[in-house]
């Protein structure tokens, strides 16, 4: 079946440092991925929709400027997290739809973040 | 836009009892309803889903009924056993590969021995 790989698994950096996650959908193109935030013990809230081609579609309350989305080519999206502060600490999940077989969304194995 | 409650937040039952989750939507639009199992620290698992042309749906232990009137539908897990035991997230959609989904606060099902 489809498979969306995310990349680091894990990472570990610095305050005010910047830290970059790959989402890349391995047997298919999405031209729409999507990125979520999880915090321990709560739901995934969604954080913005990745388009391939243009720009991303921000959630409410969540910066843009501050969580940078390139979606350059129909197979891979990243999130860049900015002047990372020990509040972005979080797993970081992205998915990516297929319409090939209706609806089915498939998510990245996560990426948990640490700003220390 | 869309939002999905979710209930109850923690569920304990005993093994081999049926587990029963229920997830509310509030967007008439929203035609594809999924179920995630995610353990901790990993990616959500997909258990089971429907769309709204269909009432019900099983597959082995698990079942998910649909009520489009009320926009509300329902997680069901018989004969349950400890490997069951996880957060479970309910998520509703407007269909298609590109589309968001939303998701449930999720549930916390336990399943003592």
């Known amino acids: 079946g489809a498979v969306v790989s995310q990349h680091p698994s894990r990472v570990i950096c610095k305050s005010g440092t910047s830290v970059k996650i790959e989402c890349r959908s391995l047997?298919?193109?999405?031209?729409?991925m999507f990125w979520y935030r999880q915090f321990p013990k709560q739901s995934l809230m969604l954080m913005a929709t990745s388009n391939e081609g243009s720009k991303a579609t921000y959630e409410q309350g969540v910066e843009k400027d501050k969580f940078l989305i390139n979606h350059a080519s129909l197979t891979l999206s990243t999130l860049t997290v900015t002047s990372a502060h020990p509040e972005d600490s979080s797993f970081y999940i992205c998915?990516?739809?297929?319409?090939?077989?209706?609806?089915?969304?498939?998510f990245g194995e996560g990426s948990w973040l640490t700003v220390v | 836009g869309e939002n999905v409650e979710q209930h109850p937040s923690t569920l304990s039952v005993q093994e081999g009892d049926s587990a029963v989750i229920k997830c509310t939507y509030s967007?008439?639009?929203?035609?594809?309803f999924p179920w995630y199992k995610q353990e901790l620290g990993k990616r959500p698992q997909l258990i089971i889903d429907i769309r709204s042309n269909v009432g019900e749906k099983k597959d082995q232990r698990i079942a998910v009924t649909l009520n489009k009137t009320a926009k509300h539908f329902s997680l069901h897990i018989t004969e349950t056993q400890p490997e069951d035991s996880a957060v479970y997230f309910c998520?509703?959609?407007?269909?298609?590969?590109?589309?968001?989904?939303?998701f449930g606060t999720g549930t916390q099902l336990k399943v003592e021995l």
């Open positions: 047997d298919f193109q999405a031209t729409t």
């Open positions: 998915s990516a739809g297929s319409d090939h077989g209706g609806n089915t969304i498939y």
């Open positions: 967007d008439s639009a929203s035609n594809y």
């Open positions: 998520a509703a959609s407007k269909g298609g590969g590109g589309n968001k989904l939303t």
